[in-house]
């Protein structure tokens, strides 16, 4: 079943951290896991379950959608940064007790969540 689209996304501390995720086809399938490995290895028993709970039910169970990305991500992303930029976000990084890297992710996931919330809905 590994031909579904997976969805990943980081968790909040609401949330209980680590990371999400979904697969869109497959309404109400997800899991999480502390990591993204661990995420995608646990959503994939979860497409197995999810298959098998809609066929005892009789349900039909939709094929993986062909037109979307099938393209894994490492979740890596390098980049240059002013270096004025660097040292303020590694002070800042500093005060807060965490990495530069987590306090940057952090950051961008705190942007993502706040532009899909103003995206608007179709």
């Avoid at 951290?17 to 997800?30: Q, R, S, T």
């Avoid at 930029?85 to 961008?108: D, F, K, T």
Wanted: glycine share 6%.
């Amino acid at each position: 079943m590994s031909d579904y689209a997976i969805r990943l996304r980081p968790l909040n501390a609401d949330e209980g951290g680590g990371w999400l995720a979904e697969v869109p086809d497959l309404p109400g399938c997800m899991s999480d896991g502390e990591t993204p490995e661990e995420a995608v290895h646990n959503v994939r028993d979860a497409i197995d379950e999810w298959i098998a709970a809609a066929r005892d039910m009789g349900r039909d169970v939709p094929q993986p959608d062909d037109r979307k990305e099938t393209i894994e991500y490492s979740g890596r992303l390098s980049l240059r940064l002013p270096r004025s930029l660097h040292a303020e976000l590694v002070r800042s990084a500093n005060r807060e007790g965490v990495s530069v890297n987590q306090y940057v992710l952090y950051l961008v996931s705190a942007a993502q969540r706040k532009a899909s919330l103003l995206k608007p809905r179709a």
